[in-house]
T-cell receptor, first 113, second 111 residues
Framework: IAGITQAPTSQILAAGRRMTLRCTQD?????MYWYRQDLGLGLRLIHY???????GKGEVPDGYSVSRANTDDFPLTLASAVPSQTSVYFC????????????FGPGTRLTVL | EDQVTQSPEALRLQEGESSSLNCSYT??????LFWYRQDPGKGPEFLFT???AGEEKEKERLKATLTKKESFLHITAPKPEDSATYLC????????????FGSGTQLTVLP
């Protein structure tokens, strides 16, 4: 089934640990995005990639890094997790021919203690 | 700074009771305004894109409209399955494909 998969579904992490959230899409979309969603703040863009090999910073990039080695995968890494990074993380993708519609994955719920 | 404000934060309707959700925005240059639906525990699902003032789009019981300062999502004769959080987002000219989201309106339709 075409779409976006994210892993893990949820994770509890000790502060200071390193964590990588995985995102894979099989729609051959050029652009991919990482958002975090917090109650009352809505979705905020962390990082994005317009094409494989390029990345850019969004609204809240500090403490996060991304890479885009190929079209399908866009992992998000927390080098040293802090409690303020407790959130629900969504990966999304869009097609350059239909760039307006972003398709979202099911999300990863991350708790940093 | 680009801002998107949605109101109300929460709305409870009886089945069949029509209403509207509001999304007001302040941006340097609007490229597009987007509406998404989000069910609990799931990712947002795309509904509409509006590009210019006066534009309208419809899908089943939903109709989205756009002015120069705000957008409305009209829900006609809602059903319980329309219960969800509705998100509004803007794409600014020159910002590549980045979206700036509002905090959403949580809609509950009671049978």
């Amino acid at each position: 089934i075409a779409g976006i998969t994210q892993a893990p579904t949820s994770q509890i992490l000790a502060a200071g640990r390193r964590m990588t959230l995985r995102c894979t899409q099989d729609m051959r979309h050029n652009a991919m995005y990482w958002y975090r969603q917090d109650l009352g703040l809505g979705l905020r863009l962390i990082h994005y990639s317009n094409t494989a090999g390029t990345t850019g910073k969004g609204e809240v990039p500090d403490g996060y890094s991304v890479s885009r080695a190929n079209t399908d995968d866009f992992p998000l890494t927390l080098a040293s997790a802090v409690p303020s990074q407790t959130s629900v993380y969504f990966c999304a993708s869009s097609d350059s021919s239909r760039e307006d519609e972003q398709f979202f994955g099911p999300g990863t719920r991350l708790t940093v203690l | 700074e680009d801002q998107v404000t949605q109101s109300p934060e929460a709305l409870r309707l009886q089945e069949g009771e029509s209403s509207s959700l509001n999304c007001s925005y302040t941006v340097s240059g609007l490229r597009g305004l987007f509406w998404y639906r989000q069910d609990p525990g799931k990712g947002p699902e795309f509904l509409f894109t509006l590009y210019s003032a006066g534009e309208e789009k419809e899908k089943e019981r939903l109709k989205a409209t756009l002015t120069k300062k705000e957008s409305f999502l009209h829900i006609t004769a809602p059903k319980p399955e329309d219960s969800a959080t509705y998100l509004c987002a803007v794409q600014v000219s020159g910002s590549a494909r980045q979206l700036t989201f509002g905090s959403g309106t949580q809609l509950t339709v009671l049978p």
